[in-house]
């Protein structure tokens, strides 16, 4: 059996950086080189500050790097030593041309098909590690082919990462499943069982899964669009519960307890972000309809609309409630992220909230605490968010959830960081502007409704109507006492 000695992944960011940077702290034995074209990011993974967060990384990079794991801008010789190359790259959604706003852009992968037949020889595996329509190793696979040269001999497997930020490390040490697809001939075969021996090293045989490759395509993309569609189903109920009174906590508690539904992806939230929900939905809509399926590309569409209804609901709330005008208006918007535990913004809700403020006039102060200034800038600066000087106009970074609290007519909670928890009330409500709303997107502060009405806030919060306590009346002078229910005293005729 030929065994993989030497790996190289092309493409350092959220999959490759972390994937590999596993495959060698479990694999000590393995050589594992990391490479990009983008410096500044390699350099990063070479230094202490990585440029990405997910707990428990930087522990796993120490711990091998310089002995077993590499990071290097030298593509080619990488290439060139490898037994196995992943392909770790982007492929956003195009925004131009056939397929525009759904199709998947895979000009970076067909960029490193090209560049690994350029600086391969011999039996080399290459792997598509990269979210991609499904058929996309057949492109490769094309690539190769018309580019052979004596005594080489490239296959092409599949094998998709399904990790979540945030737990990505424990995803990657502990994983549900690994999913590997590759052809069914003897030589596709024979690369299976090659890259199924690494992951043996710390996986259970019994959840290593082998398909064919177009299987494995489609099976990362399946279940990408179950889990937006499990999220706009139960958000597509926080606005039935808000209308009705029900509490859309209570709700999924009550169907999540029926095992054949379970309680997963079941919270309701300002809606799903991330790169791989909405690309990966909108990929399968525009497979569809590719394929001559119309009703099945209208069915998935609806998941991606619900999450965009739900994001322009929530702002229309907002504005609704600070008497139906946000402009000048000072808003706090607390976290950035699309989720905790992560610096990611890709895609994120809070973008598109910040959106639909600026777009009133609203002057947003925006804190994140793993989201660099950079990012939020430049995020909020794409021109399909905001026009000209909107940005330098209404948006103010803040160093910390009081100083973008501090004189607000409202904050508005967009990330489910913890320590939004934990934060002084008490003192952020002595700062802002009476009266104080909350407009908690995620539902982090239900435990403490009771605390933040009797401090004087009015709350309100996805998927339920939070009842308005009135702050008590202390009369400065005795007020005769009166009951609706006593007989009104007849006066006497004149």
């Not at 697809?181 to 019994?206: F, I, S």
């Not at 993309?221 to 597509?236: C, D, E, G, K, V």
């Not at 009135?470 to 006066?491: A, G, H, N, Y």
């Amino acid at each position: 059996m030929f065994e993989i000695k030497k790996i190289c992944c092309i493409g350092a960011g959220y999959v490759g950086g972390p994937t590999c940077s596993v495959i060698a702290h479990m694999c000590p034995k393995v050589k594992v080189t990391v490479v990009d074209v983008n410096e500044a990011r390699i350099n990063a993974w070479n230094s202490d500050t990585l440029p990405i967060y997910e707990p428990g990384l930087k522990e796993v990079v120490e711990s091998c790097r310089g002995k077993n794991l590499y990071f290097s801008t030298n593509i080619d010789d990488a290439i060139r030593d490898a037994d196995l190359v992943f392909i770790s790259v982007n492929t956003p959604t195009k925004t131009y041309g056939m397929g525009k706003g759904r199709a998947a852009d895979l000009k970076y992968i067909e960029a490193c098909a090209r560049r690994i037949v350029q600086n391969s020889n011999g039996y080399k595996i290459v792997t598509e590690k990269s979210t991609v329509p499904v058929r996309a190793a057949e492109s490769i696979r094309r690539i190769f082919d018309a580019n052979t040269k004596p005594n080489l001999n490239l296959q092409v497997l599949s094998n998709p990462e399904f990790l979540a930020e945030g737990t990505a490390i424990k995803d990657l040490k502990n994983p549900d499943r690994v999913l590997i697809g590759g052809d069914e001939t003897p030589e596709g075969q024979k690369a299976v069982r090659a890259l199924c021996a690494v992951y043996e090293q710390w996986v259970p045989n019994e959840k290593i899964i082998t398909t064919n490759t177009w299987s494995s395509e489609l099976s990362k993309l399946t279940a990408n669009a179950f889990l937006a569609q499990r999220i706009s189903s139960i958000n597509s109920i926080s606005a039935l519960c808000e209308a009705t009174g029900a509490d859309v906590e209570e709700v999924a508690r009550a169907i999540g307890m029926d095992q054949r539904i379970g309680n997963k992806f079941l919270k309701a939230s300002v809606g799903f972000g991330g790169s791989c929900f909405q690309k990966d939905v909108l990929n399968l809509v525009y497979l569809c309809e590719a394929l001559n399926l119309p009703e099945v590309a209208r069915y998935w569409q609806q998941v991606i609309d619900m999450n965009d209804y739900q994001r322009r609901r929530f702002a229309s709330r907002i504005i609704d409630n600070l008497f139906n005008t946000v402009t000048d208006k000072k808003i706090a918007i607390l976290g950035f992220a699309f989720k905790k535990d992560t610096g990611d913004t890709r895609e994120s809700s809070s973008i598109y909230i910040s959106k639909y403020l600026m777009d009133e006039g609203a002057k947003l102060h925006i804190y994140d605490p793993k989201v660099p200034r950079a990012q939020i800038i430049l995020d909020l600066s794409h021109p399909g968010i905001s026009e000209d000087d909107q940005v330098s106009r209404l948006v103010t970074i803040s160093k910390d959830p009081y100083e973008a609290c501090d004189g607000a007519h409202a904050l508005v909670i967009c990330t489910e960081w913890d320590m939004f928890k934990e934060l002084d009330y008490e003192r952020i409500h002595k700062k802002m502007l009476k009266p104080a709303f909350i407009f908690d997107g995620r539902r982090v502060l239900d435990g403490l409704h009771n605390e933040l009405q009797n401090i004087g806030f009015q709350i309100e919060t996805i998927g339920k109507k939070v009842s308005a306590k009135r702050i008590p009346f202390t009369p400065s002078c005795e007020i005769p006492k009166f009951s609706l229910q006593d007989l009104p005293v007849k006066k006497p005729k004149v």
